[in-house]
């Protein structure tokens, strides 16, 4: 073959080699023009990403639990029972110490009530002894006028009786019930023998007298009375609620002390 035909062809060789690697620059520059950029990527990775999160549905209790990571820290609480147990023996005591000193206490405070129930006690006996001895006085007015009134003079006994064989807490109220009750029942019966007995001899009209002053005294008796007993029913209400409750109900049992009777409001009579 003569040179000059291989030289020839071997720059026709190189010649299209050299078109071809053009070629495929183009190519490339074709490709790489149309493909984003590192930052456009991460901006549309961002965006796909937003969008995941958006339309993720709602959990359900069929979406599959995440279970949370677990902590081996020690809690307070488990901090405290570890201390509790280390010091059992110290709190048992401290426990025990400080229930005896409440139960004293409370001890201490019942008793203090108990006594000056006691106290008031006293102050209602008297001014409810001083009332009730007027009813005798009654009955003498009332026989000389008439001795006919006897339901009212036999209501009057069996007050009178009740009244003073009465003891306890319960039968002085009772009784002190029926002698208000026998107290009302003179009075309307002196006033009616002295509405229906117009002319009045001595006697009479010294009965009269005799039943305006003990009207008076009754009425002055009435506010004594009714400012002891409420002292009195005040402080046993006190004390039965507390004697009624817990722990009091156990502590008055093991102290011998019990509810206290209340009387009635003298006010109204």
């Known amino acids: 073959m003569p040179k000059h035909a291989g030289a020839k062809s071997e ?44 339309a993720q549905p709602p959990s ?36 025990a110490a400080l229930l005896l000193i409440l139960a004293a206490a409370d001890l201490f405070h019942l008793l203090s009530l108990n006594t000056a129930l006691d106290r008031e006690w006293l102050g209602v006996e008297a001014a409810l002894r ?25 209501l009057t006994e069996r007050a009178l009786a009740a009244w003073r064989t009465a003891r306890t807490e319960k039968e002085v109220a009772a009784a002190a019930t029926q002698m208000e009750n026998a107290l009302t029942a003179l ?25 305006a002053e003990l009207q008076r005294e009754k009425d002055r008796s009435r506010g004594r009375t009714t400012e ?27 102290a011998g002390l019990h509810p206290r009777a209340t009387l009635f409001t003298s006010g109204r009579h």
């Open 228 to 254: 002891a007993i409420r002292r009195y029913n005040q402080l046993a209400e006190d004390f039965n609620d507390q004697v009624g409750g817990v722990p009091g109900a156990w502590i008055a049992r093991v």
């Open 60 to 95: 359900t209790p069929l979406t599959a639990y995440k279970a949370k990571p677990i902590s081996f820290a020690a809690t307070p609480w488990d901090v405290f029972k570890l201390w509790a147990r280390a010091h059992w023996l110290r709190l048992s005591v401290a426990g």
């Open 187 to 211: 009075a309307k019966a002196m006033s009616h023998w002295e509405q229906i007995t117009p002319a009045k001899d001595a006697a009479q009209t010294a009965s009269s007298n005799r039943f």
């Open 130 to 154: 001083q009332r009730y001895a007027m009813a005798p006085a009654y009955v003498d007015c009332i026989t000389i006028y008439s001795d006919n009134e006897r339901f009212t003079l036999a």
């Open 11 to 54: 720059s026709s060789t190189f010649g299209e080699a050299e078109t071809a690697l053009e070629l495929a620059a183009q190519e490339d520059e074709a490709r790489s023009a149309d493909e984003p950029t590192a930052e456009q990527l991460v901006a549309i990775l961002s965006k796909i990403s937003a969008r995941e999160r958006e």
